[in-house]
């Protein structure tokens, strides 16, 4: 986040030294921002990876503390479902928890990190664009939330859906012997 800011800043010291035509000044802030950029771009790309390993690791760990669960069931209770199910909870509803759930921590995290760090900069140049900045990061946070219920529902009826599917495709394979 402090070097997607600094780009921005920097893009405008470049920006003031072409208005008043000091080309070598410009030159010198372009190069400047071009440095800044290849370390903004290299670190997001190692975020990135990271961030994606520790994403599995977690699911990963979802997976075997729901197989040791599973493990550790009645007999009767395992049965209540069918393996349809238990198939959806381990594939598809992980896949959803991962991309709505962890995945969205991440850019929450980096999300507020941006709008301090860009707020801070804002300062220096106008009050007036830090309130503006305010206004917009509130419509964002909370805009969003209106469709919570939505997607939330949605999100239920999907999942509902895979099992469905799931136990179809489980029926129609075991029945292949028999065919």
């Not at 197989?67 to 479902?81: D, I, P, R, T």
Request: glycine share 4%.
């Amino acid at each position: 986040s402090l070097l997607g800011v600094a780009t921005a800043v920097i893009l405008t010291f470049a920006t003031n030294a072409l208005v008043s035509g000091n080309i070598s000044e410009f030159i010198q802030w372009a190069a400047i921002n071009l440095i800044v950029w290849a370390l903004f771009l290299s670190t997001n790309y190692f975020t990135s990876v990271y961030q994606e390993k520790t994403i599995q690791k977690m699911c990963t760990q979802i997976r075997v503390d729901f197989a040791k669960g599973v493990q550790n069931s009645e007999f009767e209770e395992y049965h209540n479902l069918s393996t349809g199910q238990y198939i959806s909870w381990m594939t598809t509803d992980l896949k959803t928890i991962e991309d709505i759930g962890f995945k969205n921590v991440y850019a929450l995290t980096g999300g507020i990190f941006s709008i301090v760090l860009s707020s801070i900069a804002l300062l220096q140049y106008h009050y007036v664009l830090l309130i503006a900045t305010f206004v917009l990061a509130a419509m964002m946070i909370f805009i969003p939330n209106i469709f919570t219920r939505f997607i939330q529902e949605a999100t239920l009826k999907l999942s509902k859906s895979n099992e469905t599917l799931t136990n179809k495709i489980k029926t129609f394979l075991e029945g292949f012997d028999v065919l």
